[in-house]
């Protein structure tokens, strides 16, 4: 029992531990690696591997730079956080006392740098760190003195990312991870970007003891969102049509503590309507597959589904995913419970078709949206918002049509996120050259009652 108390206020803490899934931003950005931190998981930089066994313990948000030492690759905890302001002020300063220069006179014959790659192997050997190799690189350099404050913080900037790469580990949660997928693997999550996301929350009203229900084909991000900002009170029903549950793959990405993983269940629709909201469509599926018998197969078909690790498809790496059921206690029974993703019981179930959903969520960009609405829509309770995602419009024009001529929503929009990031820097502030245009739409309304 003390194990257990220990793991779940590491859990709501700000430092990591073993077992705990992490965000490594490696180079500001260049590249963005998913780890499960343990004494035996490695990080390929380059063509040296790195411990991540110096990670544990410590607080997000923390950098660490690449070093070699004696013994080999290891990454040091670094404070270059505080040293890239010092150099900001130093470089805001230095714009107004320096006299104009400019890099016209500048000819890139790589005849101007005189430190040699046998000098840097043998400081290497020696066991000079990585900022001191920057420092005599920029020492041996004919023209860094000549080149304008942007060129030389560029120059530093190139160098620190060869010779002294830093990893930032970042804490992950909704945003962060879907800022990571859409940026390196977008058609796993359906191309959705992070504004789009928080609208979708929020259209839907996901709030605190709501009862959500989620038809989520994007890798598990929206059952997460939704899980993470309800903080461990009411539910998240992860439901799907037929057989087979749909992957919750990133779902194990968000650290969720027992009580979190205790509040998301899966269930598929069939199980959801009474006999008499049964559509058509449903009613073949379930002779074909046969569910009445899927309450004891579903369980293994969750099981399965979550033993897809993110490293096998993606270039995302998911160090030791096999080890997330570690930190349960052995041999205790209740520990199975804690999984997300598990079977919704019957008495869960049985309040949902007599209470309603309190929202609706979709996410499906391979099924025919219209035919989700209409089979979803009766298990919402009156009032109740929902909110549909799609990377197209045409589906979502579809939908609120059809919603329209059968008077079962009011309040119907297609609202289509717009992003614009900026470059914040001195005297270089401006928006940056290469965005995302696109974020896709989503169609929002609520839910009237059916009169006939």
């Keep these: 029992m003390s194990e257990n108390n220990e793991i779940s206020k590491n859990i709501n803490g700000r430092t990591t531990w073993e077992g705990c899934s992490v965000l490594l931003d490696i180079n500001d950005g260049d590249r963005l690696v998913f780890a499960r931190l343990s004494n035996a998981a490695k990080l390929k930089i380059g063509n040296k591997n790195y411990s991540l066994q110096p990670l544990i313990g410590c607080a997000f948000g923390s950098i660490f730079q690449a070093e070699s030492g004696p013994q080999g690759p290891f990454l040091s905890h670094s404070l270059s956080s505080v040293q890239d302001d010092d150099k900001t002020e130093e470089l805001k300063e230095g714009q107004v006392n320096d006299e104009p220069?400019?890099?016209?006179a500048l000819i890139d014959n790589n005849t101007a740098q005189s430190l040699t790659g046998d000098d840097i192997e043998a400081m290497r050997r020696e066991g000079a760190r990585g900022n001191e190799i920057i420092e005599a690189l920029i020492a041996n350099s004919a023209t860094f003195e000549t080149k304008t404050s942007f060129s030389q913080e560029k120059y530093r900037l190139k160098k620190q990312k060869k010779y002294a790469p830093k990893v930032l580990m970042r804490r992950p949660v909704a945003r962060s991870?879907?800022?990571?997928?859409?940026?390196?693997?977008?058609?796993?999550?359906?191309?959705?970007?992070?504004?789009?996301l928080a609208l979708l929350l929020s259209l839907a009203n996901v709030s605190s003891s709501s009862d959500v229900l989620v038809v989520d084909m994007v890798g598990g991000l929206i059952t997460g969102a939704v899980a993470e900002?309800?903080?461990?009170?009411?539910?998240?029903?992860?439901?799907?049509?037929?057989?087979?549950?749909?992957?919750?793959?990133?779902?194990?990405?968000?650290?969720?503590?027992?009580e979190i993983c205790k509040r998301i269940l899966r269930s598929p629709i069939l199980d959801l309507l009474s006999q008499k909201e049964l559509?058509?469509?449903?009613?073949?599926?379930?002779?074909?597959?046969?569910?009445?018998?899927?309450?004891?197969?579903?369980?293994?078909?969750s099981v399965s589904m979550e033993k897809i690790s993110l490293s096998s498809e993606n270039g995302i790496s998911d160090l030791g995913?096999?080890?997330?059921?570690?930190?349960?206690?052995?041999?205790?029974?209740?520990?199975?419970?804690?999984?997300?993703?598990?079977?919704?019981?019957?008495?869960v179930i049985e309040s949902w078709k007599e209470n309603g959903?309190?929202?609706l969520i979709i996410a499906a960009p391979e099924s025919d949206t219209w035919t989700l609405v209409k089979d979803l829509l009766p298990v919402l309770s009156n009032s109740a918002p929902f909110a549909i995602y799609h990377q197209y419009l045409q589906p979502l024009a579809t939908c609120m049509h059809n919603l329209q001529l059968g008077n079962m929503a009011i309040g119907l929009q297609i609202s289509e996120p717009w992003l614009r990031e900026y470059q914040v820097l001195p005297s270089r502030t401006h928006p940056c050259m290469?965005?995302?245009?696109?974020?896709?739409?989503?169609?929002?309304?609520?839910?009237?009652?059916?009169?006939?």
């Design 357 to 359: 959903f309190s929202s």
């Design 101 to 104: 220069r400019d890099n016209r």
């Design 279 to 301: 559509p058509e469509q449903v009613l073949e599926h379930a002779d074909v597959c046969n569910l009445e018998s899927q309450s004891n197969e579903q369980i293994c078909a």
């Design 321 to 347: 995913a096999e080890n997330t059921e570690n930190t349960n206690i052995p041999g205790k029974r209740v520990s199975k419970a804690a999984k997300a993703g598990e079977k919704a019981p019957p008495e």
């Design 229 to 258: 900002r309800l903080g461990g009170t009411g539910f998240v029903c992860n439901s799907y049509i037929g057989k087979s549950p749909h992957s919750m793959d990133i779902v194990r990405i968000f650290n969720f503590s027992d």
């Design 177 to 196: 991870i879907c800022e990571a997928y859409f940026k390196k693997y977008p058609t796993k999550i359906g191309f959705l970007r992070v504004d789009t």
């Design 434 to 452: 290469q965005m995302s245009a696109f974020g896709g739409y989503i169609l929002s309304g609520t839910k009237i009652c059916d009169n006939s």
